[in-house]
């Protein structure tokens, strides 16, 4: 099967030239013509009859009820719940916790505003005593959301709409409005999510209940702060009394802090008098509680793996205070203040496990909170005026527990289980090994497969890494997985590479800007252990991630081609020199770097996807190779994908014997808000992909 004829293509002269970010007849040929390549492969022999196979077991697994923790909120209880096939989930309010759940009254069910699941719930914010919701909806999964207010219970909602929000935060201010940052309309605004050009300068508006959003009253810009790609996060302290406006450059952990007394009416800008409590960006700085005028904060200041201090705003001379000292072997992942400020509830990842902690304000005394079957991931939701809480348990291997737990007397309970018909766990098995780097750290990855997995170096085995952006990558439930393991056979592995934040700020700085190659380093050690250990062979190992996930696959498939049968990356970050140019791309200089800067520049030089495609001797292939993207994906806009499959074609298409292709969805965005749809219709074609680049079949039940 040929890639794709390039004759007409347009090459760049210049690894500085931007042909491909042209919205001209040439590119859209090509990308036609990439289109038209991919549904061939789709339809040619064995393919399709597997894709039809995977469709109807993923819609059979997915049968399943799933459920959101409660969320108690002025004496009533709200919570998610997808019957099984929906496309997105629904949230539903009960007058009580003992009501029955057929007595449960829908709030929002994005279901019904669009049957082919475009739109989807973006965030949810209630006010302290539950009688407002502002809620925000997506269309094809673009960043851009708008935002609508909704009274409880009667579920009437208010006229006006808030538009050209992106990555907002919202504080409400009692039951009066709420403070919220958003973007100016952008100049391409008939189509949001396909736009391409660089956003600037957030505004942070105050927005009364009731009345236009032209009525707004302006607070802040990004601009007036100091620059006009500062991401401007707005909040209100627990007592209601205070603005909290957290200010970050990009996406590093790192912000300043500015606050500012509050009236109990917000009428004007006049009303807000913004002062600076942190004005640098050498530590990040999160609200957690105050007492009166002091103010408790989680914090990375001289601790890597964070700590909680506090401090008098009302003495100019006070200084930051130890509360909760650094685990000096654990990362503090996140801390909120619960039952009226009595305890701290503290969640921290322990050899990329989670384990919370309660954190007695009054003893000093701190109890981890036990009863949870295995290792695994801990979601907890609660409030800071609330005695009680509810944290659902998942795994691997676990479909989710959601428990409930009493803040006072300290006693935890099953509140209710996901089962998942047909599925045992027993016929499975998850493993944690500890695996040497290049440079000999040890990096952590876990490993599933079935009990009967025998070590003989002939398991398809697919392999997921991240690794950046200080995000930790714990255990998770995934039926598409298990999918995996039951109906190909396959092993799957997850390697916690650094630049993540599975062991705090020095990890993920060890995979940071110059650091970056010891990410590629950590994923190809993975891959090699696998080999070495019998677990898998070359011919059978696939690598698989998304957005920076879909970095480290191209880049590793370039550096290291004799390691892999197969790698999919998934809206992957592939132009290192020109990715700050585009959207929301500037706030990921913090953990890459820019190529504007000289001293930045040789290092993404050396990685960039787009720019490293080797030409390779006689004999040799690059993988087989998938790039996933979608055209309203305003945050990895899709040109990244489009240079990356167009350089791999023009270089190796004419002699690689491995397809390398492209797969351009329609109506998605960079992933969340992705209908249950076209999250089958993905995982089939990248499943099916696998199955042909490595040479197995497909397993029936």
Known sequence: LSPVCLGSLRRAASINAEYMGESSEKTKEWVNAQVE????????????????????????????????????????????????????????????????????????????????????????????????????????????????????????????????????????????????????????????????????????????????????????????????????????????????????????????????????VVESADAIKLQCWVDNFDNGFSYLHNEGPKFFFRTNLNAPNYRIVSKDISDEKSQWVEEVPEDPKNKLED????????????????????????????????????????????????????????????????????????????????????????????????????????????????????????????????????????????????AFTIMWLKHFGGVYASANIRGGGEYGMSWHHAGQKSNKQNVFDDFQAAAKYLIDNKISCRDKLAIYGGSNGGLLVAACCNQAPELFGAGVAAVGVLDMLRFHKKTIGYAWTGDYGSADKPEEFDALHAYSPVHNVPSLPEGSHYPSFLAMTADHDDRVVPLHSFKFVAALQHTLGATNHNPLLIRIDVDSGHGAGKGLDKQIEDKKDMYVFLAKSLGIGYIED
């Open 37 to 264: 390549t991919f549904k061939t492969y789709l339809d040619s022999q064995g393919v399709k009859d597997l894709g039809e196979k995977f469709t109807r077991d993923a819609k059979s697994i997915l049968t399943y009820k799933r459920y959101g923790s409660p969320m108690l909120r002025g004496g009533r209880c709200y919570y998610y719940m997808n019957t099984g096939l929906q496309n997105h989930y629904v949230l539903y309010m009960q007058e009580s916790l003992s009501e029955k759940e057929d007595q449960a009254k829908v709030v929002l069910d994005p279901n019904e505003m669009d049957k082919d699941g475009k739109i989807s719930i973006r965030s949810i914010k209630f006010s302290d005593d539950g009688s407002l919701l502002a809620y925000a909806l997506s269309t094809s999964g673009s960043d851009w959301s708008e935002y609508r207010i909704k009274k409880l219970p009667s579920l009437e909602d208010y006229d006006e709409v808030l538009k050209f929000c992106k990555f907002t935060s919202i504080g409400w201010h009692g039951n009066n409005g709420f403070f919220y940052n958003r973007y100016l309309e952008p100049k391409k605004s008939d189509d949001l999510g396909t736009e391409t050009e660089k956003l600037s300068n957030q505004h942070v508006f105050y927005h009364r209940v009731g009345t236009p959003q032209s009525e707004d009253i302006l607070v802040t810009t990004a601009k007036d702060l100091g620059d006009e790609s500062y991401i401007c996060g707005p909040g209100v302290s627990n007592d209601g009394k205070t603005l909290i406006l957290s200010v970050s450059k990009d996406c590093d952990p790192i912000n300043m802090v500015f606050a500012a007394p509050l009236p109990d």
């Open 335 to 478: 801390a909120e203040s619960v039952a009226e400020g009595n305890f701290f509830l503290l969640s921290y990842i322990v050899d990329v496990k989670d384990e919370i902690r309660l954190y007695d304000l009054k003893t000093k005394q701190t109890k981890q909170i036990k009863g949870f079957p295995a290792a695994g991931s801990i979601y907890t939701s609660t409030h800071h005026n609330q005695s009680e809480m509810f944290c659902k348990f998942v795994s691997f291997l676990y479909p989710g527990t959601i428990y409930h737990y009493d803040f006072m007397s300290q006693q935890m309970s099953v509140y209710r289980e996901t089962i998942v018909p047909g599925f045992d766990a027993s016929e499975f098995k998850t493993e944690q090994v500890f695996y040497p780097s290049k440079d000999g750290t040890k990096i952590p990855m876990y490993i599933l497969s079935s009990q009967s997995r025998q070590n003989d170096g002939t398991n398809p085995t697919l392999l997921y890494g991240y690794g950046g952006f200080n995000i930790t990558i714990g255990a998770s439930f995934s």
